[in-house]
């Protein structure tokens, strides 16, 4: 049985996509199998192949193999030409992958050509380049000889999202291949297709069978089963903090694997009256939280404006809101696509209600938009107070709340009102002001007089309940590599 299928984009692009499991490099029937949905139409695109505990474990036997094999002791240098060369065909194949990904997923096809396609190659040529600096030290130890080595750990799961499938599962293969780890990829069962094809191009590149496989899945099955597994020496997962605790659970009941979490955001974006371009502000605004459908887990979804502005602000920021395109994912004019599932987009309806009954005001918005697929207008709340659950809880769509404040003190301690800790924003034209808020503010990233700009060089994770563990940058290397002392009496005394 062929483990393809065809499909033609709305825009006319024919692809052929993947619906195996990827184990020890070739496609193989799951299972089961799991219906993956056009979010834009709500219409079938295909079945994909789903795995359970049984193929989950021949993923990581293949993995385990691949490790003690020859990939632990590799030569950094061709770990490296291997990534380089993977890269070349993501490149190659980027009008192709961009399709799948706005098909799968319901972006829109410039932000998928643009960000998603070209952020995984740079990201595995960022990681290529550090696979021979990873350096140990030497110690003094009273004149005896210690030095330290950074081993790879083994077998590395990662558990991604839908919202950036490839963006996701660029941040968890690459730093661990760079440091002489094996992998197995849990894809979100919403969007298991650009990963797929990804795999095609890793055999294809010429990485030895095991070294990384790509499988599909329920969370609470395929997901628990790699969490669990006794031969998966650590795992990565990004997703909701409710999933995150029961993927720390599940490996402190197994073999205490080591854990990073990229989870959930209710990130503030604070914008001083003292700005000078209240357009460009607006810009990185609606940015912060529009991209993506709002589907984005440091989305700037809670915006404080300083009383001097705020009426200019909102005057502004609702128009821009409304005159962004709410379609077609492959109209290149669309700025804002569906949500990923009728399942988001209920949760997302439950919450714009919940907010007009606990006494908000919906300036905007608010409705579905169309009768096909599961679109949602651009959504503004003003009025809003501290404890309702639209300043509270994560939304993940395109909802924001927006609050007036009086100065520093007031504005930190309404940044803080929140669980979470992923991301933070700071407008203003006042050096010393911006340096001063944004050490204040507890978040893994505090971007200033912009928003959502994410590099492959730069540490990206949450405090608080948004997680632990640093993805990205030579930060990420220390959650792929264990270190180990070696101390050596040269005298024998």
Avoid at 65 to 93: C, I, Q
Avoid at 332 to 358: C, D, H, L, N
Wanted: one cysteine or more; a negative charge.
């Amino acid at each position: 049985m062929t483990l393809t299928t065809e499909y033609t984009t709305a825009d006319g692009f024919k692809l052929t996509l993947n619906t195996g499991l990827f184990i020890n490099n070739e496609f193989v029937k799951g299972a089961s199998t799991i219906e993956t949905i056009n979010p834009s139409t709500g219409q079938v695109i295909t079945s994909v192949e789903a795995a359970e505990a049984e193929q989950v474990d021949l993923a990581v036997e293949a993995a385990h193999k691949a490790f003690y094999g020859g990939w632990k002791t590799s030569n950094p240098r061709e770990r490296a030409r291997l990534m380089h060369k993977l890269a070349d065909l993501v490149e190659r194949d980027a009008e192709e992958l961009a399709h799948i990904e706005t098909l799968d997923n319901g972006k829109p096809i410039n932000d998928s050509k643009r960000v998603d396609v070209p952020g995984f190659a740079g990201q595995l040529r960022y990681f290529a380049g550090l696979t021979d600096k990873v350096h140990g030290k030497v110690i003094e130890t009273e004149g005896k000889l210690s030095y330290t080595v950074h081993e790879p750990i083994g077998v590395c799961g990662g558990i991604i999202p839908w919202n950036f499938p490839l963006g996701m599962l660029s941040w968890k293969i690459a730093p661990a291949l760079a440091t002489a780890n094996t992998v197995v990829i849990k894809t979100s069962e919403l969007t298991p297709l650009s990963a797929l094809k990804i795999a095609a191009l890793v055999k294809e590149a010429g990485f030895p069978p095991g070294v990384l496989n790509i499988i599909t899945g329920y969370g609470h099955i395929a997901g628990d089963a790699l969490a669990r597994h006794n031969k998966v020496g650590k795992i990565a997962f990004t997703g909701s903090t409710a999933v995150g605790r029961l993927i720390m659970k599940a490996a402190a009941e197994s073999n205490l694997k080591k854990v990073t979490l990229e989870l959930g955001g209710k990130s503030p974006n604070i914008i001083f009256d003292d700005v000078q371009n209240l357009d460009e502000v607006v810009f990185w605004a609606r940015l912060g939280i529009y991209m993506n459908a709002g589907q984005v887990c440091c989305a700037g979804s809670r915006i404080f404006v300083q009383e001097g502005i705020y009426d200019k602000f909102i005057e502004k920021f609702k128009a821009l809101a409304a005159s962004g395109k709410v379609d077609n994912p492959f109209d290149t004019a669309t700025f804002q696509g569906p949500q990923i599932s009728e399942r988001q987009f209920e949760r997302v309806m439950g919450y714009i209600e919940t907010g007009k009954q606990e006494g908000a005001t919906c300036l905007l918005g608010g409705n579905r938009v169309g009768d096909a697929g599961y679109f949602i207008e651009p959504t503004i709340f003003t009025d809003v107070t501290p404890k309702m659950k639209i300043m509270q809880e994560e939304i993940f769509g395109p909802v924001v709340a927006v609050s007036k404040f009086k100065d520093v003190d007031d504005v930190i301690q309404m940044a803080h009102d929140t669980s979470y800790g992923l991301a933070a924003a700071v407008f203003t034209s006042n050096i010393t002001r911006a340096i001063t808020v944004s050490n204040a503010l507890e978040a893994g990233t505090v971007w200033v007089n912009c928003y959502n700009l994410i590099s492959e060089n730069a540490p990206f994770g949450g405090y608080k309940q948004s997680g632990f563990g640093r993805e990205n940058s030579v930060y990420a290397l220390e959650n792929y590599t264990q270190v180990k002392a070696i101390k050596i009496n040269i005298g024998l005394q």
